[in-house]
Protein backbone atom coordinates (compact mmCIF):
# COMPACT_ATOMS: atom_id res chain seq x y z
CA UNK A 1 0.00 0.00 0.00
CA UNK A 2 2.54 2.42 0.76
CA UNK A 3 3.96 2.26 -2.83
CA UNK A 4 0.26 3.18 -4.16
CA UNK A 5 1.30 6.74 -2.68
CA UNK A 6 4.64 7.58 -4.16
CA UNK A 7 2.90 8.72 -7.66
CA UNK A 8 -0.16 10.19 -6.60
CA UNK A 9 2.17 12.50 -4.45
CA UNK A 10 4.62 13.11 -7.15
CA UNK A 11 1.98 13.84 -9.48
CA UNK A 12 0.34 16.50 -6.92
CA UNK A 13 4.27 18.23 -6.24
CA UNK A 14 4.79 18.34 -10.25
CA UNK A 15 1.35 20.20 -9.88
CA UNK A 16 2.24 22.49 -7.24
CA UNK A 17 5.25 23.30 -8.56
CA UNK A 18 4.14 23.75 -11.89
CA UNK A 19 1.66 26.18 -10.50
CA UNK A 20 4.49 27.89 -8.79
CA UNK A 21 6.21 28.88 -11.89
CA UNK A 22 3.71 29.45 -13.96
CA UNK A 23 1.31 31.60 -12.12
CA UNK A 24 -0.32 34.10 -12.12
CA UNK A 25 -2.72 33.20 -14.22
CA UNK A 26 -3.15 36.43 -16.07
CA UNK A 27 -0.24 35.82 -17.47
CA UNK A 28 -0.84 35.28 -21.75
CA UNK A 29 -0.22 31.53 -21.40
CA UNK A 30 -2.73 31.10 -19.21
CA UNK A 31 -5.42 33.01 -19.64
CA UNK A 32 -7.72 31.26 -21.75
CA UNK A 33 -9.62 29.36 -20.54
CA UNK A 34 -8.98 29.52 -16.69
CA UNK A 35 -9.99 33.09 -16.44
CA UNK A 36 -13.10 31.62 -18.80
CA UNK A 37 -14.00 28.92 -16.01
CA UNK A 38 -13.41 31.08 -13.27
CA UNK A 39 -16.51 33.46 -14.55
CA UNK A 40 -18.49 30.61 -15.30
CA UNK A 41 -17.64 29.23 -12.24
CA UNK A 42 -18.66 32.10 -10.33
CA UNK A 43 -22.19 32.50 -12.29
CA UNK A 44 -22.78 28.68 -11.09
CA UNK A 45 -21.63 29.77 -7.25
CA UNK A 46 -24.21 32.95 -7.59
CA UNK A 47 -26.97 30.29 -9.37
CA UNK A 48 -26.42 31.38 -12.57
CA UNK A 49 -26.61 29.59 -15.74
CA UNK A 50 -23.05 29.71 -17.12
CA UNK A 51 -23.05 31.21 -20.40
CA UNK A 52 -19.70 29.10 -21.66
CA UNK A 53 -20.40 25.83 -23.75
CA UNK A 54 -18.12 25.41 -25.83
CA UNK A 55 -16.22 22.28 -24.44
CA UNK A 56 -18.84 22.24 -22.78
CA UNK A 57 -16.90 22.09 -20.20
CA UNK A 58 -19.78 22.31 -17.27
CA UNK A 59 -18.53 19.83 -14.91
CA UNK A 60 -15.52 22.15 -14.53
CA UNK A 61 -17.45 24.95 -14.01
CA UNK A 62 -19.81 22.92 -11.95
CA UNK A 63 -16.22 22.15 -9.78
CA UNK A 64 -15.22 26.05 -9.63
CA UNK A 65 -18.91 27.13 -8.29
CA UNK A 66 -19.29 24.94 -5.92
CA UNK A 67 -15.57 25.69 -4.42
CA UNK A 68 -16.02 29.19 -5.05
CA UNK A 69 -19.41 28.76 -3.11
CA UNK A 70 -17.92 26.81 -0.38
CA UNK A 71 -15.12 28.88 0.00
CA UNK A 72 -17.66 32.06 0.83
CA UNK A 73 -20.68 30.04 2.54
CA UNK A 74 -22.16 33.87 4.06
CA UNK A 75 -21.13 36.24 1.56
CA UNK A 76 -24.12 37.84 -0.58
CA UNK A 77 -24.01 37.93 -4.52
CA UNK A 78 -22.79 40.95 -4.59
CA UNK A 79 -19.91 40.40 -1.92
CA UNK A 80 -19.08 36.85 -3.77
CA UNK A 81 -18.86 38.80 -6.89
CA UNK A 82 -16.40 41.75 -5.64
CA UNK A 83 -14.12 39.33 -3.50
CA UNK A 84 -13.61 36.72 -6.97
CA UNK A 85 -13.56 39.67 -9.10
CA UNK A 86 -11.26 41.98 -7.09
CA UNK A 87 -8.52 39.67 -6.49
CA UNK A 88 -9.12 36.70 -8.67
CA UNK A 89 -5.74 34.73 -8.58
CA UNK A 90 -6.30 33.13 -4.83
CA UNK A 91 -9.81 32.26 -6.18
CA UNK A 92 -8.62 30.35 -9.50
CA UNK A 93 -5.36 28.74 -7.48
CA UNK A 94 -7.74 27.58 -5.14
CA UNK A 95 -9.94 25.95 -7.79
CA UNK A 96 -6.78 24.40 -9.16
CA UNK A 97 -5.86 23.04 -5.32
CA UNK A 98 -9.27 21.32 -5.31
CA UNK A 99 -8.65 20.04 -8.89
CA UNK A 100 -4.89 19.16 -7.74
CA UNK A 101 -6.24 16.51 -4.54
CA UNK A 102 -8.61 15.55 -6.84
CA UNK A 103 -6.99 13.67 -9.26
CA UNK A 104 -4.20 12.62 -6.75
CA UNK A 105 -7.05 10.60 -4.88
CA UNK A 106 -8.74 9.48 -7.96
CA UNK A 107 -4.97 8.06 -8.83
CA UNK A 108 -4.57 6.71 -5.58
CA UNK A 109 -8.13 4.79 -6.30
CA UNK A 110 -6.81 3.72 -9.27
CA UNK A 111 -3.43 2.22 -8.17
CA UNK A 112 -5.77 0.16 -5.19
CA UNK A 113 -8.39 -1.31 -7.83
CA UNK A 114 -5.86 -1.94 -10.40
CA UNK A 115 -3.34 -3.68 -7.09
CA UNK A 116 -6.28 -6.24 -6.32
CA UNK A 117 -7.39 -6.89 -9.94
CA UNK A 118 -3.76 -7.96 -10.42
CA UNK A 119 -3.35 -10.38 -7.46
CA UNK A 120 -1.20 -7.53 -5.42
CA UNK A 121 1.17 -7.26 -8.10
CA UNK A 122 2.46 -3.44 -7.67
CA UNK A 123 4.33 -2.80 -11.38
CA UNK A 124 0.35 -2.93 -13.14
CA UNK A 125 -0.76 -0.99 -10.50
CA UNK A 126 2.13 1.67 -10.66
CA UNK A 127 1.84 1.54 -14.57
CA UNK A 128 -1.98 2.43 -14.50
CA UNK A 129 -1.10 5.09 -11.43
CA UNK A 130 1.42 6.88 -13.67
CA UNK A 131 -0.68 7.41 -16.32
CA UNK A 132 -0.47 11.31 -15.92
CA UNK A 133 3.06 10.98 -16.16
CA UNK A 134 2.94 9.27 -19.33
CA UNK A 135 2.48 13.06 -21.50
CA UNK A 136 3.76 15.91 -20.23
CA UNK A 137 0.96 17.10 -22.53
CA UNK A 138 -1.28 16.12 -19.39
CA UNK A 139 0.60 17.96 -17.08
CA UNK A 140 1.53 21.39 -19.22
CA UNK A 141 -3.11 21.58 -19.33
CA UNK A 142 -3.33 19.76 -15.63
CA UNK A 143 -1.84 22.84 -13.94
CA UNK A 144 -4.58 25.23 -15.31
CA UNK A 145 -8.06 25.25 -14.82
CA UNK A 146 -9.58 24.11 -17.46
CA UNK A 147 -11.41 20.62 -18.66
CA UNK A 148 -8.76 18.41 -19.67
CA UNK A 149 -7.56 18.75 -15.50
CA UNK A 150 -11.32 17.43 -15.00
CA UNK A 151 -10.18 14.82 -17.30
CA UNK A 152 -7.16 13.68 -15.50
CA UNK A 153 -9.39 12.71 -12.94
CA UNK A 154 -11.90 11.13 -14.51
CA UNK A 155 -10.05 9.42 -16.12
CA UNK A 156 -8.03 7.88 -13.12
CA UNK A 157 -11.92 7.24 -12.16
CA UNK A 158 -12.08 5.73 -15.27
CA UNK A 159 -9.91 3.41 -14.41
CA UNK A 160 -10.73 2.47 -10.76
CA UNK A 161 -13.94 1.53 -12.18
CA UNK A 162 -13.18 -0.35 -14.76
CA UNK A 163 -10.56 -2.58 -12.80
CA UNK A 164 -13.14 -3.41 -10.68
CA UNK A 165 -15.62 -4.91 -13.04
CA UNK A 166 -13.12 -7.00 -14.68
CA UNK A 167 -13.28 -8.58 -10.67
CA UNK A 168 -16.96 -7.95 -10.72
CA UNK A 169 -18.55 -8.22 -13.90
CA UNK A 170 -22.37 -8.66 -12.74
CA UNK A 171 -22.11 -5.90 -10.09
CA UNK A 172 -24.92 -3.26 -11.22
CA UNK A 173 -23.59 -0.45 -8.96
CA UNK A 174 -19.89 -0.96 -11.01
CA UNK A 175 -21.95 -0.75 -14.36
CA UNK A 176 -24.20 2.46 -13.64
CA UNK A 177 -20.62 4.19 -11.87
CA UNK A 178 -18.98 3.34 -15.34
CA UNK A 179 -22.07 4.94 -17.09
CA UNK A 180 -22.13 7.81 -14.61
CA UNK A 181 -18.14 8.71 -14.85
CA UNK A 182 -18.26 8.55 -18.95
CA UNK A 183 -21.26 10.78 -18.76
CA UNK A 184 -19.01 12.83 -17.05
CA UNK A 185 -16.39 12.89 -18.96
CA UNK A 186 -18.49 13.38 -22.10
CA UNK A 187 -20.12 16.57 -20.61
CA UNK A 188 -16.29 17.67 -19.39
CA UNK A 189 -15.06 17.76 -22.93
CA UNK A 190 -17.64 16.58 -25.65
CA UNK A 191 -14.46 14.38 -28.04
CA UNK A 192 -14.25 12.51 -24.52
CA UNK A 193 -16.45 10.27 -26.68
CA UNK A 194 -14.57 7.84 -27.71
CA UNK A 195 -14.00 6.88 -23.47
CA UNK A 196 -17.51 5.61 -23.66
CA UNK A 197 -16.44 3.26 -26.32
CA UNK A 198 -14.12 1.09 -24.05
CA UNK A 199 -16.31 -0.18 -21.30
CA UNK A 200 -18.42 -1.50 -23.68
CA UNK A 201 -15.99 -4.30 -25.03
CA UNK A 202 -16.39 -5.90 -21.21
CA UNK A 203 -19.89 -5.71 -20.96
CA UNK A 204 -22.03 -8.75 -20.98
CA UNK A 205 -25.33 -9.34 -21.79
CA UNK A 206 -27.70 -6.33 -22.91
CA UNK A 207 -29.59 -5.75 -19.52
CA UNK A 208 -25.63 -4.68 -18.28
CA UNK A 209 -25.55 -2.69 -21.52
CA UNK A 210 -28.58 -0.62 -20.65
CA UNK A 211 -27.33 0.11 -17.15
CA UNK A 212 -24.48 1.06 -18.52
CA UNK A 213 -26.23 3.57 -21.25
CA UNK A 214 -28.70 4.77 -19.32
CA UNK A 215 -26.69 5.51 -16.24
CA UNK A 216 -24.37 7.14 -18.66
CA UNK A 217 -27.43 9.26 -20.78
CA UNK A 218 -28.29 10.26 -17.19
CA UNK A 219 -25.07 11.54 -16.17
CA UNK A 220 -25.28 13.59 -19.49
CA UNK A 221 -28.37 15.47 -18.56
CA UNK A 222 -27.71 15.75 -14.55
CA UNK A 223 -23.84 17.59 -15.64
CA UNK A 224 -25.44 19.18 -18.78
CA UNK A 225 -28.71 20.86 -16.55
CA UNK A 226 -27.02 23.80 -15.90
CA UNK A 227 -26.82 24.51 -20.07
CA UNK A 228 -29.65 22.93 -21.51
CA UNK A 229 -31.49 26.18 -21.95
CA UNK A 230 -28.56 26.35 -24.65
CA UNK A 231 -28.96 23.35 -26.50
CA UNK A 232 -29.73 25.49 -29.77
CA UNK A 233 -26.52 27.57 -29.89
CA UNK A 234 -24.59 23.99 -28.78
CA UNK A 235 -25.76 22.45 -31.81
CA UNK A 236 -25.36 25.59 -33.92
CA UNK A 237 -21.70 25.77 -32.20
CA UNK A 238 -20.72 21.58 -32.63
CA UNK A 239 -21.87 21.08 -36.03
CA UNK A 240 -20.22 23.90 -37.56
CA UNK A 241 -17.05 22.14 -36.00
CA UNK A 242 -17.67 19.09 -37.22
CA UNK A 243 -19.22 20.49 -40.92
CA UNK A 244 -16.44 22.82 -41.82
CA UNK A 245 -12.41 22.44 -42.12
CA UNK A 246 -11.35 25.42 -40.06
CA UNK A 247 -10.56 25.11 -36.52
CA UNK A 248 -13.59 26.51 -34.06
CA UNK A 249 -15.93 26.04 -37.41
CA UNK A 250 -14.31 28.16 -39.26
CA UNK A 251 -13.00 27.82 -42.77
CA UNK A 252 -14.31 26.09 -46.10
CA UNK A 253 -17.35 23.51 -45.25
CA UNK A 254 -16.54 19.96 -45.38
CA UNK A 255 -16.14 17.00 -42.91
CA UNK A 256 -12.70 15.79 -43.88
CA UNK A 257 -10.15 18.60 -44.63
CA UNK A 258 -7.14 17.49 -47.28
CA UNK A 259 -4.54 16.18 -44.90
CA UNK A 260 -7.26 14.51 -42.70
CA UNK A 261 -5.85 11.31 -43.54
CA UNK A 262 -1.54 12.62 -42.83
CA UNK A 263 -2.89 14.16 -39.40
CA UNK A 264 -4.32 10.98 -38.36
CA UNK A 265 -1.17 9.02 -39.56
CA UNK A 266 1.17 11.15 -37.83
CA UNK A 267 -0.55 11.20 -34.50
CA UNK A 268 -0.78 7.54 -34.76
CA UNK A 269 3.19 7.00 -35.22
CA UNK A 270 4.04 8.55 -32.19
CA UNK A 271 5.38 5.77 -29.98
CA UNK A 272 2.85 6.80 -27.51
CA UNK A 273 0.33 5.25 -29.56
CA UNK A 274 2.25 2.84 -31.88
CA UNK A 275 4.24 1.23 -29.30
CA UNK A 276 0.75 0.43 -27.19
CA UNK A 277 -1.14 -0.20 -30.39
CA UNK A 278 1.63 -2.40 -32.06
CA UNK A 279 2.09 -4.51 -28.69
CA UNK A 280 -1.54 -5.20 -27.90
CA UNK A 281 -2.44 -5.88 -31.04
CA UNK A 282 0.69 -8.58 -31.24
CA UNK A 283 -0.32 -9.75 -27.75
CA UNK A 284 -4.20 -10.29 -28.63
CA UNK A 285 -3.36 -12.67 -31.75
CA UNK A 286 -0.80 -14.57 -30.09
CA UNK A 287 -3.25 -15.15 -27.12
CA UNK A 288 -6.39 -15.41 -29.26
CA UNK A 289 -6.60 -19.09 -28.62
CA UNK A 290 -4.84 -19.38 -25.23
CA UNK A 291 -6.73 -17.12 -23.17
CA UNK A 292 -8.01 -18.20 -19.55
CA UNK A 293 -11.51 -17.54 -19.12
CA UNK A 294 -10.04 -14.88 -16.10
CA UNK A 295 -8.04 -13.10 -19.25
CA UNK A 296 -10.80 -12.81 -21.38
CA UNK A 297 -12.51 -9.73 -19.55
CA UNK A 298 -8.87 -8.47 -19.78
CA UNK A 299 -8.34 -8.97 -23.47
CA UNK A 300 -11.52 -7.47 -24.26
CA UNK A 301 -10.87 -4.03 -22.61
CA UNK A 302 -7.65 -4.16 -24.29
CA UNK A 303 -9.40 -4.33 -27.30
CA UNK A 304 -11.53 -1.62 -26.66
CA UNK A 305 -9.15 0.56 -25.37
CA UNK A 306 -6.85 -0.22 -28.61
CA UNK A 307 -10.04 0.82 -30.55
CA UNK A 308 -10.96 3.74 -28.77
CA UNK A 309 -7.64 5.11 -28.86
CA UNK A 310 -7.75 4.89 -32.46
CA UNK A 311 -10.80 6.25 -32.38
CA UNK A 312 -9.92 9.57 -30.65
CA UNK A 313 -7.44 9.58 -33.02
CA UNK A 314 -9.66 9.84 -35.94
CA UNK A 315 -12.12 12.44 -33.83
CA UNK A 316 -8.97 15.21 -33.38
CA UNK A 317 -7.21 14.89 -36.95
CA UNK A 318 -8.96 17.66 -38.34
CA UNK A 319 -7.84 20.16 -36.18
CA UNK A 320 -4.66 17.65 -34.40
CA UNK A 321 -3.95 20.07 -31.54
CA UNK A 322 -1.84 17.47 -28.32
CA UNK A 323 -4.48 18.00 -25.41
CA UNK A 324 -7.19 17.08 -27.93
CA UNK A 325 -5.57 13.71 -27.59
CA UNK A 326 -5.99 13.53 -23.67
CA UNK A 327 -8.40 11.41 -23.71
CA UNK A 328 -6.70 8.64 -25.57
CA UNK A 329 -3.82 9.19 -22.99
CA UNK A 330 -5.90 8.34 -20.21
CA UNK A 331 -6.28 4.94 -20.97
CA UNK A 332 -2.49 4.06 -21.86
CA UNK A 333 -1.13 3.32 -18.46
CA UNK A 334 -4.11 0.27 -18.53
CA UNK A 335 -2.93 -0.80 -21.66
CA UNK A 336 0.53 -1.06 -20.50
CA UNK A 337 -0.66 -3.28 -17.73
CA UNK A 338 -2.32 -5.13 -19.56
CA UNK A 339 -0.13 -5.44 -22.13
CA UNK A 340 2.44 -6.98 -19.49
CA UNK A 341 0.00 -9.29 -17.97
CA UNK A 342 -1.32 -10.86 -20.69
CA UNK A 343 1.93 -11.04 -22.65
CA UNK A 344 3.94 -12.85 -20.03
CA UNK A 345 3.43 -16.42 -21.55
CA UNK A 346 4.62 -15.03 -24.79
CA UNK A 347 7.97 -14.18 -23.05
CA UNK A 348 10.21 -17.16 -22.12
CA UNK A 349 12.21 -15.97 -19.60
CA UNK A 350 11.93 -16.35 -15.72
CA UNK A 351 10.11 -14.11 -13.48
CA UNK A 352 13.14 -12.45 -12.34
CA UNK A 353 14.50 -11.14 -15.16
CA UNK A 354 10.60 -10.60 -16.26
CA UNK A 355 10.39 -7.63 -13.08
CA UNK A 356 13.99 -6.68 -14.09
CA UNK A 357 12.62 -5.92 -17.59
CA UNK A 358 9.70 -4.12 -16.28
CA UNK A 359 11.60 -2.41 -13.52
CA UNK A 360 14.09 -1.59 -16.33
CA UNK A 361 11.41 0.38 -18.60
CA UNK A 362 9.70 1.63 -15.62
CA UNK A 363 13.42 3.36 -14.58
CA UNK A 364 13.51 4.93 -18.31
CA UNK A 365 10.32 6.40 -18.22
CA UNK A 366 10.94 8.04 -14.83
CA UNK A 367 14.11 9.26 -15.98
CA UNK A 368 12.79 10.37 -19.13
CA UNK A 369 9.36 11.75 -17.72
CA UNK A 370 11.03 13.61 -14.96
CA UNK A 371 13.77 15.38 -17.90
CA UNK A 372 10.18 16.45 -19.51
CA UNK A 373 8.78 17.86 -17.02
CA UNK A 374 11.69 20.27 -15.88
CA UNK A 375 12.04 21.19 -19.44
CA UNK A 376 8.51 21.90 -19.00
CA UNK A 377 8.94 24.08 -15.71
CA UNK A 378 11.75 25.62 -17.21
CA UNK A 379 10.02 26.63 -20.10
CA UNK A 380 7.21 28.34 -17.97
CA UNK A 381 9.90 29.79 -15.81
CA UNK A 382 11.56 31.37 -18.40
CA UNK A 383 8.08 32.55 -20.23
CA UNK A 384 7.07 34.41 -17.19
CA UNK A 385 10.28 35.96 -16.54
CA UNK A 386 9.91 37.39 -19.88
CA UNK A 387 6.58 38.06 -19.23
CA UNK A 388 7.24 40.23 -16.02
CA UNK A 389 9.89 42.11 -17.26
CA UNK A 390 8.00 43.77 -19.85
CA UNK A 391 7.57 47.95 -18.49
CA UNK A 392 4.91 49.40 -19.90
CA UNK A 393 5.38 52.47 -17.54
CA UNK A 394 6.20 54.65 -20.43
CA UNK A 395 2.63 54.49 -22.46
CA UNK A 396 1.10 55.52 -19.24
CA UNK A 397 -0.48 58.74 -21.29
CA UNK A 398 -1.75 56.15 -24.02
CA UNK A 399 -5.04 54.56 -24.57
CA UNK A 400 -4.00 51.05 -24.14
CA UNK A 401 -5.98 48.37 -26.25
CA UNK A 402 -5.12 44.38 -24.98
CA UNK A 403 -5.94 41.71 -27.69
CA UNK A 404 -5.68 38.03 -27.48
CA UNK A 405 -3.55 37.32 -25.11
CA UNK A 406 -2.01 40.02 -23.06
CA UNK A 407 -0.63 39.72 -19.97
CA UNK A 408 -2.91 42.23 -18.28
CA UNK A 409 -4.95 41.19 -15.13
CA UNK A 410 -7.87 44.10 -16.44
CA UNK A 411 -7.45 42.15 -20.08
CA UNK A 412 -8.08 38.99 -18.01
CA UNK A 413 -11.20 39.69 -16.06
CA UNK A 414 -12.79 41.52 -19.68
CA UNK A 415 -11.92 38.54 -21.63
CA UNK A 416 -13.47 35.98 -18.98
CA UNK A 417 -16.47 38.50 -18.61
CA UNK A 418 -16.80 38.51 -22.60
CA UNK A 419 -17.00 34.69 -21.73
CA UNK A 420 -19.31 34.94 -19.54
CA UNK A 421 -21.67 36.93 -21.45
CA UNK A 422 -20.71 40.43 -19.77
CA UNK A 423 -23.16 39.35 -17.16
CA UNK A 424 -20.61 41.47 -14.95
CA UNK A 425 -20.58 44.84 -16.45
CA UNK A 426 -21.71 46.07 -13.32
CA UNK A 427 -18.66 45.62 -11.75
CA UNK A 428 -16.19 46.29 -14.61
CA UNK A 429 -18.19 49.70 -14.74
CA UNK A 430 -17.21 50.36 -11.26
CA UNK A 431 -13.43 49.62 -11.63
CA UNK A 432 -12.45 49.08 -14.79
CA UNK A 433 -9.59 51.55 -15.68
CA UNK A 434 -11.00 53.87 -18.34
CA UNK A 435 -8.50 54.26 -20.96
CA UNK A 436 -7.95 50.36 -20.79
CA UNK A 437 -10.01 48.68 -24.08
CA UNK A 438 -10.19 44.86 -24.97
CA UNK A 439 -9.72 43.50 -28.66
CA UNK A 440 -10.22 40.13 -29.71
CA UNK A 441 -8.87 40.09 -33.32
CA UNK A 442 -11.55 37.25 -34.14
CA UNK A 443 -14.46 38.88 -32.80
CA UNK A 444 -14.89 42.15 -34.85
CA UNK A 445 -13.68 45.71 -33.60
CA UNK A 446 -12.09 46.77 -30.09
CA UNK A 447 -14.76 47.13 -26.98
CA UNK A 448 -14.83 48.63 -24.07
CA UNK A 449 -15.90 47.24 -20.67
CA UNK A 450 -19.76 47.53 -21.44
CA UNK A 451 -19.18 45.15 -24.82
CA UNK A 452 -19.77 48.41 -26.32
CA UNK A 453 -17.72 48.22 -30.02
CA UNK A 454 -15.26 51.18 -30.47
CA UNK A 455 -14.34 51.92 -34.19
CA UNK A 456 -10.42 52.11 -34.96
CA UNK A 457 -10.06 56.05 -35.51
CA UNK A 458 -12.10 56.49 -32.46
CA UNK A 459 -9.86 54.36 -30.45
CA UNK A 460 -6.50 56.41 -31.55
CA UNK A 461 -8.25 59.63 -31.02
CA UNK A 462 -8.61 59.18 -27.46
CA UNK A 463 -5.24 60.31 -26.43
CA UNK A 464 -1.75 60.90 -27.95
CA UNK A 465 -0.34 57.78 -28.51
CA UNK A 466 -2.05 54.12 -28.51
CA UNK A 467 -0.31 50.85 -27.39
CA UNK A 468 -1.85 47.49 -28.48
CA UNK A 469 -0.45 44.29 -26.49
CA UNK A 470 -0.81 40.74 -26.95
CA UNK A 471 0.31 37.21 -28.15
CA UNK A 472 -1.42 37.08 -31.14
CA UNK A 473 1.15 39.37 -33.02
CA UNK A 474 0.63 38.70 -36.79
CA UNK A 475 -2.83 38.55 -36.88
CA UNK A 476 -3.20 42.16 -34.80
CA UNK A 477 -0.49 44.04 -37.00
CA UNK A 478 -2.34 42.60 -40.41
CA UNK A 479 -5.86 43.68 -38.86
CA UNK A 480 -4.09 47.11 -37.60
CA UNK A 481 -2.93 48.18 -40.98
CA UNK A 482 -5.67 47.45 -43.04
CA UNK A 483 -8.22 49.51 -40.53
CA UNK A 484 -5.78 52.01 -39.80
CA UNK A 485 -3.72 52.43 -43.17
CA UNK A 486 -2.47 55.93 -42.62
CA UNK A 487 -1.21 55.12 -39.40
CA UNK A 488 2.62 54.92 -38.39
CA UNK A 489 2.43 51.52 -36.73
CA UNK A 490 5.32 50.14 -34.55
CA UNK A 491 5.45 46.38 -33.64
CA UNK A 492 8.06 45.19 -31.04
CA UNK A 493 8.42 41.75 -29.47
CA UNK A 494 10.05 39.66 -27.42
CA UNK A 495 9.56 36.13 -28.87
CA UNK A 496 6.07 35.73 -26.81
CA UNK A 497 3.79 38.60 -26.49
CA UNK A 498 3.78 41.86 -28.87
CA UNK A 499 3.69 45.32 -28.16
CA UNK A 500 1.96 47.38 -30.96
CA UNK A 501 2.43 51.58 -31.12
CA UNK A 502 1.21 54.58 -32.44
CA UNK A 503 3.04 58.01 -31.95
CA UNK A 504 5.08 56.65 -29.55
CA UNK A 505 7.90 54.12 -30.17
CA UNK A 506 7.76 50.44 -28.86
CA UNK A 507 11.59 49.14 -27.77
CA UNK A 508 10.42 50.66 -24.39
CA UNK A 509 8.03 47.45 -23.13
CA UNK A 510 11.35 45.43 -23.20
CA UNK A 511 14.14 46.50 -21.12
CA UNK A 512 17.40 44.49 -21.30
CA UNK A 513 15.81 42.49 -23.92
CA UNK A 514 16.35 42.46 -27.65
CA UNK A 515 12.75 43.08 -29.33
CA UNK A 516 12.10 42.89 -32.40
CA UNK A 517 10.73 46.08 -34.08
CA UNK A 518 9.24 45.13 -37.83
CA UNK A 519 7.68 48.38 -38.51
Not at 222 to 233: K, Q, S, Y
Not at 237 to 265: K, Q, S
Request: charge should be neutral; hydrophobic fraction near 50%; charged fraction near 15%.
Amino acid sequence: MPFLLILPTAYLSALLVMQAAATPYWLWMNIDPSYFYLMNGLEVALGQTPADFHHPGTTTQLIAGLVLRLAHPLLSASQLTDAVLSDPEPALLLVAYVDDILIALAMLWAGFEARKLFGGLTVPALFIQATPFLSTVMLVNGYTVKPEATLIMTGSVLTALLCRLIAEPSSSKTIAALGAATGFAFVTKLHALSLFVVPIFILRGNKTRMVYGVSAVVAILVFAAPILGRLDDMHRWFVGMATHNGPYGEGEAGIIPDLYFVHAITQLRRPIFSVPLTLGLIVLWKRRNTLSDAERPMARLLAGILVGQTLQVLMVAKQPVSYYLIPAFLTMGMAAALVMTLGRPLVAIGDRTWRKALTAIAALLVITQTLSIVQAVQNRLREKKTTLAMDMSAFGACTKLNFDFASDINFARMLGNWMADWRFKPWLAAHQPADTLMWVPSNGLPQQWDATPIAWNDVVSRASCTVMRGAWGPRAIETVKQSLPDAAVNACSNGDEWVLSIGIPCESAFPGIDSKRLY
